[in-house]
């Protein structure tokens, strides 16, 4: 069904011919515009800013670029196309027919799910409202504003489904999603990751890399799972994420770029007092955001997720391609952990060891990013690599919470590791530099003295295209 924009809610879904539903989220948009204005990108609600739209939900052609003012876009719920007999791939109900309605008995389970993937998309861009104040250029200050316009648009298609599906508990907690708040005290998002401030555009690139890559592995179970309305939200939401990806992965290759520039142009690895960003500072934003963003996977060793996969609400990465008997009650899979002698492997049910084998799947994703950062810097002839710190490193979840292992892998003392912390980590003075920084570049074509400039615009469109209009003054 192709996307209706005659409806004050734009949708794929035959809304109009539900009016409970759609009197339920007409009152709910509302609310969430109230929570944009307010959340939202501080600052820039009236700018125009040169927007892509989701127009359909084809492979090709999707979307549509145009100049529009923020709370203006056509927020809207967006499902891929159904795909005729598709049976559940996995788990105890593995060849039966997908569920169109939520199976009685997983209702709890289904909602905590949904609920937790929708909580993150609101949660980044609160944590990423007062970045656009010192955006390096206009180029990049509308692939931020983009970036939060379709997190926001995944928060609808999380609400499409709790209100839809959910009954009145999906309704409270479509509320409740507009309530909680990122690193609030009282009432703080659900995962970790998503209350951390991100204060700089080295950290907003960091996350957009290393955060929103957990969210394609999460969305990419979830599009596997046997409720369908899920599944087919998930695949579209797939084709959104990619772009916040690309901005995270070529955000930082711009920046590596810029400092091997310096690097060479002044014979130096500190690049600091020349407006560049030290590789092995670099380094340590990137230690932060991998292990922050190591921790959404949950733990090792998990019920939840066997229960996920045994009932097939949640697939692996995955999971059509792999060539076993898609149930796993037999099996047996390797997972790190620490242990009187050190880290030692051990052979665990692979049931529930599902949360480490998505997590391998994500470290063996940001490990070929890694191998193409470091292919530039080798290029252009700077001895410094970048290393992923060991899986260990800094958890906050699982195994390794309150195990002190260093970015190589080895377990140290509580002293030793606070004693070296700061060589690992962004010590205050290293966020005091970075912040000294973030001075805004909005003249067209222009970009800060931290980062290159991309190789090309958006869209086809010249880098010096003014991406942004009627920015606010002062
Ligand atoms: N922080 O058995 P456990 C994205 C909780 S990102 C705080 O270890 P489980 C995006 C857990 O909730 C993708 N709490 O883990 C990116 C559980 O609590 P309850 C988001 C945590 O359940 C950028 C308890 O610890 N999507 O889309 O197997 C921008 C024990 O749980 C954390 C999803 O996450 C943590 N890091 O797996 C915008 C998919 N980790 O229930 C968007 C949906 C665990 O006992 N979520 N806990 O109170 C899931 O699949 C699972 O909930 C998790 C955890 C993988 C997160």
């Not at 927020?75 to 795909?83: K, R």
């Not at 921790?295 to 692996?316: H, I, P, V, W």
Request: with cysteine; hydrophobic share 35%.
């Amino acid at each position: 069904m192709s996307i209706d924009y005659d409806q004050q809610i734009p949708n794929n879904v035959g809304l109009s011919a539900d009016r409970r539903l759609q009197r339920a989220l007409e009152n709910w948009q509302p609310k969430f515009l109230e929570w944009w204005n307010q959340m939202g990108p501080s600052g820039f609600q009236t700018a125009d800013v040169y927007l892509r739209t989701a127009t359909s939900v084809d492979a090709k052609g999707w979307a549509t670029f145009d100049y529009l003012k923020m709370p203006d876009y056509r927020w809207g719920i967006f499902l891929a196309e159904p795909v005729a007999e598709r049976e559940i791939g996995f788990g105890e109900h593995r060849g039966e027919p997908v569920w169109q309605e939520v199976p009685g008995e997983h209702r709890g389970v289904l909602r905590r799910l949904i609920v937790t993937q929708g909580d993150t998309e609101p949660a980044s861009v609160e944590q990423q409202r007062h970045l656009g104040r010192t955006c390096p250029s206009l180029y990049d200050l509308r692939n931020l504003f983009q970036v939060n316009v379709e997190e926001g648009r995944h928060l609808w298609a999380m609400v499409y489904l709790l209100q839809a599906y959910f009954g009145r508990d999906g309704r409270e907690e479509a509320e409740a999603l507009l309530e909680r708040r990122s690193g609030s005290a009282d009432n703080p998002r659900i995962l970790g990751a998503f209350n951390e401030p991100t204060p700089d555009w080295l950290s907003f690139f960091m996350f957009t890399h290393f955060t929103d890559r957990d969210g394609k592995f999460q969305l990419a179970s979830l599009a596997e799972s046997g409720f369908d309305p899920l599944s087919r939200t998930c695949r579209f939401m797939l084709t959104e994420e990619a772009h916040h990806l690309f901005v995270g992965e070529t955000g930082i290759g711009r920046i590596i770029a810029r400092s091997c520039e310096l690097m060479r142009e002044h014979r130096t690895e500190r690049i600091g007092d020349y407006g560049g960003i030290d590789l092995a500072v670099l380094q340590k934003y990137l230690n932060f955001h991998f292990s922050v963003s190591l921790d959404l996977f949950g733990s090792e060793l998990s019920t939840n997720a066997a229960n996920y996969f045994s009932t097939g609400l949640k697939g692996r990465f995955k999971e059509s391609d792999r060539n076993d008997d898609h149930r796993l009650t037999e099996s047996t899979y390797r997972v790190l952990r620490p242990h009187a002698e050190g880290i030692v492997e051990s052979e665990e049910p692979a049931l529930t060891a599902l949360n480490e084998s998505l997590r391998d799947a994500y470290i063996a994703d940001c490990t070929r990013a890694l191998a193409r950062w470091n292919k530039n810097i080798e290029d252009s002839g700077m001895d410094f690599r970048l290393t992923l710190p060991h899986r260990g490193f800094r958890r906050a979840i699982g195994e390794f919470q309150g195990v002190y292992v260093t970015p190589e892998g080895l377990p140290v003392s509580e002293t030793e590791w606070r004693a070296r912390e700061g060589q690992w980590l962004p010590t205050p003075a290293d966020r005091k530099f970075i912040g000294s920084l973030m001075s805004p570049v909005v003249e067209p074509g222009k970009f800060a003295s931290w980062i290159a400039p991309p190789p090309r615009g958006i869209n086809h469109q010249p880098i010096e295209m003014d991406y942004v209009r009627h920015l606010p003054t002062g």
